[in-house]
């Protein structure tokens, strides 16, 4: 089973600032990566696919890269709406796993 | 526009049976390359896939906990159905399911329902 390690579990940040999440594959998943928002109470929501990708109607201050295993979420400057919980999932090897998580709140 | 909603029980007792219904609009499942699939989370914790089922019926679970997963569809109602065996306490989680198109990446997502496992 592939574990995804994200890092760090909390991040504190001001609206305005920009934020890099961090999703660590513990083997080879290519590009197969995707990032979901989860806001409290609500479902999550596809952000990334295959790590670059913006998914329908996401603003373009997402943006995903990738380096070998690790895989990153940036966010080039925070809304309000963006402090919420962000979990990365790998669909490269059955059966399909996603992060932890991190959580991003208000600093 | 896709929509899928989750419906089943609230609350069922440790080695009871749990069965939650999906049912979707917006799309078929005899649709070349759909997916529907059943992801879980606990109160305050991450998520969980569960199992997925093909337009093909071809049907993956969780290694974990595949002896007591089955999944099925109904394609006439616009139905997935999701069995879990011998419910446990630590079952106790949202159930999401969502759809899926060629890449086993979910959007969307239900609402979710939550079912607590308690005697």
């Known amino acids: 089973e592939i574990v995804l390690t994200q890092s760090p579990a909390t991040l504190s940040l001001s609206p305005g600032e920009r934020a890099t999440l961090s999703c660590r594959a513990s083997?080879?998943?290519?590009?197969?990566l995707a990032w979901y928002q989860q806001r409290p109470g609500q479902a999550p929501r596809l952000l990334i696919y295959d790590a670059y990708n913006r998914a329908t109607g996401i603003p373009a201050r997402f943006s995903g890269s990738r380096s070998g295993t690790d895989f990153t979420l940036t966010i080039s400057s925070l809304e309000p709406e963006d402090f919420a919980v962000y979990y990365c999932q790998q669909r490269s090897t059955w059966p399909l796993t996603f992060g932890q998580g991190t959580k991003l709140e208000i600093k | 526009q896709i929509t899928l909603k989750e419906s089943g029980p609230t609350l069922v007792k440790p080695t009871q049976t749990l069965t939650l219904t999906c049912t979707f609009s917006?799309?078929?499942?005899?649709?070349?390359?759909?997916?529907v699939a059943w992801i879980r989370q606990p109160p305050s914790k991450a998520l969980e896939w569960l199992a997925f089922i093909y337009w093909n019926d071809d049907k993956r679970y969780s290694p974990s906990l595949k002896t007591r997963l089955t999944i099925t569809k109904d394609t006439s109602k616009n139905q997935v159905v999701l069995t879990l065996a011998n419910m446990d306490p630590v079952d106790t989680a949202t159930y999401f399911c969502a759809y899926s198109l060629r890449n086993n990446y979910f959007d969307p997502w239900g609402q979710g329902t939550l079912v607590t496992v308690s005697s």
């Open positions: 083997q080879d998943i290519s590009f197969y």
């Open positions: 917006g799309f078929s499942l005899s649709t070349s390359g759909v997916g």
